[in-house]
């Protein structure tokens, strides 16, 4: 999908009409509107074809979507194909591509973080109620996705590490999870305090996840219907600000590790 929305961007930065576009190809316009809508794939030879007739330069930015185009890896998220809906698979898949992830939390330890158990009470408390079956595959899907080694980079806020998702013991057993993954090389872990000033002018729960190239990074945002990807120019340069923001309010890995410890303790 992501390739195929590039496509159309680059089409219409040309200034050329679907019905153009598949002439200078030799298809249909049909064919241009299916590979467009995702609808169907399109081969390397093509795309390049495309991305000279819309005088597309950067190399760099190509080579990233033929890559994503033409990939015929079985990512591990397959098994999961009509077990799940669409946008847990569509995360997976996000990750399997990502240079770096960068994330926002302010109510909820996020996925990649979560304990087993602290996951399962996540998905219990759904509203409508799921089944125990559809539970237990969100939770093994969730627990898949932390195998990832990207480079993570994460602000939490103290609401958060307080509100008992589960009980006195799973919150505790949270927590000590938490300063244990914080000292893993590709995690960064950083806390932002009730009581640190700033942190209301950039309060935003958020996923930024970088992707082969700059122009193919991606903000995911939660809502109460499933995931929301962003990926305008316009809204990924806001949501770096927004980053920086609440990074610049936010304790220092090792400060931030002492007080995830701290609230431990006084559970």
């Not at 795309?47 to 190399?59: G, I």
Request: aromatic content about 6%.
């Amino acid at each position: 999908m992501r390739v195929a929305t590039e496509l159309r961007r680059l089409r219409e930065a040309a200034d050329l009409t679907a019905r153009q576009a598949a002439a200078l190809l030799g298809v249909s316009p049909a064919q241009i509107t299916h590979i467009e809508s995702g609808l169907a794939g399109v081969s390397e030879k093509r795309l390049r074809r495309l991305a000279s007739h819309y005088a597309c330069t950067d190399d760099d930015f190509i080579d990233a979507l033929v890559a994503m185009a033409t990939e015929r890896t079985r990512g591990w998220w397959e098994e999961y194909r009509g077990l799940l809906p669409t946008p847990f698979l569509d995360l997976s898949e996000l990750d399997h591509h990502a240079s770096f992830r960068r994330e926002v939390a302010i109510l909820f330890v996020p996925g990649l973080l979560q304990t087993e158990s602290y996951a399962r009470a996540v998905f219990s408390s759904r509203v409508p109620e799921l089944m125990a079956e559809e539970i237990e595959l969100r939770v093994r899907h969730r627990l898949d996705r932390q195998r990832m080694t990207t480079p993570y980079e994460v602000v939490v806020h103290e609401a958060a590490l307080r509100i008992r998702v589960g009980g006195r013991a799973d919150s505790r057993a949270q927590l000590a999870h938490l300063v244990e993954l914080s000292e893993k090389d590709h995690i960064t872990l950083r806390v932002v305090p009730f009581d640190l000033d700033g942190f209301s002018r950039a309060s935003s729960t958020m996923t930024y996840v970088s992707g082969p190239v700059p122009k193919l990074d991606t903000v995911v945002r939660d809502s109460p219907h499933g995931s929301v990807f962003i990926d305008s120019e316009a809204h990924l340069k806001a949501y770096r600000t927004r980053f920086r923001k609440v990074e610049a309010v936010s304790l220092g890995p090792e400060r931030s590790r002492d007080f995830i410890g701290k609230l431990a303790k006084e559970l």
